[in-house]
């Protein structure tokens, strides 16, 4: 029995996992759930699970005296932290958005525990610190994204990233693939919310318009498996079933294909290094997912792509304020406040102005994305007022 703790279960993620779980109550027992303020979603999970542990990230979502089926509630990120140590648990899965998840990351790391990471900020921020954590503490890091988790499958078996030539992460290209830059001018978030293939959070959603959840998905690769970002290739495959290739030093070329389910993934990551049969994953038709095909990434359409890859090769601080920044654009755009191509105007400001430091403890990191975060909402406050002088003019 697996036992499984969860760092934001009421997100798409979290909410997948718990599916997965509850399919194999032989195999797998969730110990504790943690959210940020989703007090009565969390609180329904933990009935229907039987968790033992409850945390909310808010202590002003807690109401007082609460209670629910012996399982102890906490909150605050102390608590937070303490479920992140994997009290009870064999693994924890790491679901939190943005930079907030780095700190769990690197408490479940140090505490020698299996992390399945879903929160991909935590090695973009920090990625030296989560290697070193994991190497220290003894934690395994398992990634749960599609592209990551097909490159680790590809891998199985090779103890020596010295048999890798290059890595190829394929992304769906999104919304608004094929679309001119006059166009994306328009874009409201409400078209920007509906992405052709996957259904996930608002945020990742965004990213995923924008082709910024690509760049920091290349950074990631860079930290994970240790091949420098001149090896490191993205593709558009709008089919979204090839979730990543490896190509070899001889040239042979292994990727991994499925259908566009996050569960798979999350059943790969609990279990790993076995595999665990699931009838409710559909089976492969290759007939029926024919044909599939492969493009370019428009990088004058979507700079925040290139952006963001610019800030992984620049290193130390520069990948923080990267995230930072776009967290900042994302948020804004939601609320209306900026355009799409408004994000992308946001975070270059932000960079040009970043002189990167190098990173050697986490409060290097929250550091550099406070004063980001800071630079960006000035940014943001500019495009606003620029867009308020146009439409009165």
Same mark, same amino acid.
């Given at each position: 029995m697996i036992r499984i703790s969860i760092l934001g279960s009421t997100g798409s993620i979290g909410e997948s996992t718990l599916r997965v779980v509850a399919r194999h109550p032989d195999r797998f027992q969730v110990v504790g759930l943690a959210a940020h303020r989703s007090h009565g979603t969390l609180s329904k999970q933990v009935v229907r699970h039987g968790a033992r542990e409850a945390v909310l990230g808010d202590p002003d979502a807690l109401p007082r005296g609460e209670a629910n089926s012996g399982a102890r509630w906490r909150a605050g990120r102390e608590a937070i932290l303490d479920l992140a140590e994997g009290r009870g648990a064999d693994v924890v899965v790491n679901a939190l958005v943005g930079s907030a998840g780095l700190e769990p990351t690197l408490r479940t790391l140090r505490s020698g525990k299996r992390l399945a990471l879903a929160n991909k900020e935590s090695l973009v921020a920090g990625g030296d610190l989560v290697m070193a954590a994991a190497g220290k503490g003894g934690g395994?890091?398992?990634?749960?994204?599609?592209?990551?988790?097909?490159? #680790?499958?590809?891998?199985? =078996?090779?103890?020596? &990233?010295?048999? $890798?030539?290059? @890595?190829? #992460?394929?992304?769906?290209? =999104?919304?608004?693939? &094929?679309?001119? $830059?006059?166009? @994306?001018?328009?874009?409201?978030?409400?078209?920007a919310l509906k992405h052709p293939t996957w259904e996930m959070g608002a945020k990742i959603t965004i990213d995923s318009a924008t082709l910024a959840n690509k760049a920091l998905e290349v950074i990631e690769a860079h930290f994970l498996y240790g091949i420098p970002y001149d090896r490191i290739q993205v593709v558009v495959h709008p089919q979204s079933i090839v979730h990543s290739f490896v190509e070899f030093v001889d040239g042979s070329v292994l990727g991994q294909v499925g259908l566009p389910t996050m569960e798979l993934p999350i059943l790969y990551a609990l279990a790993y290094p076995e595999r665990v049969g699931d009838p409710e994953l559909q089976t492969f038709d290759p007939i029926r997912s024919s044909p599939l095909t492969f493009e370019e990434v428009d990088r004058e359409a979507f700079p925040l792509f290139q952006l963001g890859v610019d800030s992984g090769r620049r290193g130390g601080t520069a990948p923080a304020v990267f995230n930072a920044a776009n967290e900042v654009a994302v948020g804004a755009f939601l609320a209306g406040r900026i355009g799409f191509m408004g994000m992308p105007e946001v975070v270059a400001g932000v960079l040009d102005g970043h002189r990167e430091r190098e990173v050697g403890e986490v409060e290097d990191v929250m550091e550099a994305d406070r004063e980001a975060r800071d630079r960006a909402e000035e940014g943001v406050r500019r495009l606003e007022a620029r867009r308020s002088g146009t439409r009165k003019e």
């Open positions: 395994e890091l398992v990634p749960v994204d599609s592209e990551h988790s097909a490159i #680790l499958q590809c891998l199985e =078996g090779y103890s020596s &990233g010295r048999d $890798v030539q290059r @890595l190829v #992460l394929t992304a769906s290209g =999104g919304p608004f693939r &094929g679309w001119e $830059v006059r166009d @994306l001018e328009e874009v409201t978030p409400g078209d």
